[in-house]
């Protein structure tokens, strides 16, 4: 993935509440090809493994919770200058504080449970395609 490449995944509660479609929608919408895409289910070990870099965060132990609680969808998404456009398309972590019209604005109900995820740079964006998909999937 050379800057043009980001991944995301919907999170439990977005899938149950079958806003799948909606979102998707609004991303192709916004001009990202879907590249990669399936539905599974992490267990707490591997959602904990996806937000290491959280670990010694208050909030971890909620998040590998709810990061495993139910399916997700993972993405592989393309268009120019995706990470940033990707970014600002899901709107910020918190939804109170996200703009208007952007998917975690429409979709989050909390902080914790916000909906959608988004690479924060090229380098997380690989590595965390290729925690979900292989070689072969990210073609
Ligand atoms: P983002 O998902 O916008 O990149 P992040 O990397 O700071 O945000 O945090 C990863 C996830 O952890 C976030 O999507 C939801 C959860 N999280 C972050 N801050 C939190 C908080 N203060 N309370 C509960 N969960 C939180
Ligand atoms: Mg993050």
Do not use: W
């Amino acid at each position: 993935m050379t800057g043009n490449r980001t991944f995301t995944m919907i999170k439990p509660r977005a899938v149950a509440e079958n806003h799948t479609g909606a979102i998707i929608q609004i991303i192709e919408d916004a001009g990202f090809k879907v590249i990669s895409l399936k539905k599974t289910q992490l267990s707490s070990a591997l959602a904990g493994k996806f937000y290491e870099v959280h670990k010694d965060r208050p909030f971890y132990e909620e998040l590998c919770g709810f990061m495993s609680s139910g399916p997700i969808v993972p993405m592989i998404l393309e268009k120019e200058n995706a990470v940033a456009d990707f970014r600002t398309l899901i709107g910020a972590t918190d939804p109170a504080k996200a703009d208007e019209g952007t998917i975690r604005k429409l979709f989050a109900t909390s902080v914790g449970e916000n909906a959608i995820h988004g690479s924060d740079s090229d380098e997380n964006a690989q590595i965390e395609a290729a925690f979900f998909f292989s070689e072969f999937e990210r073609f």
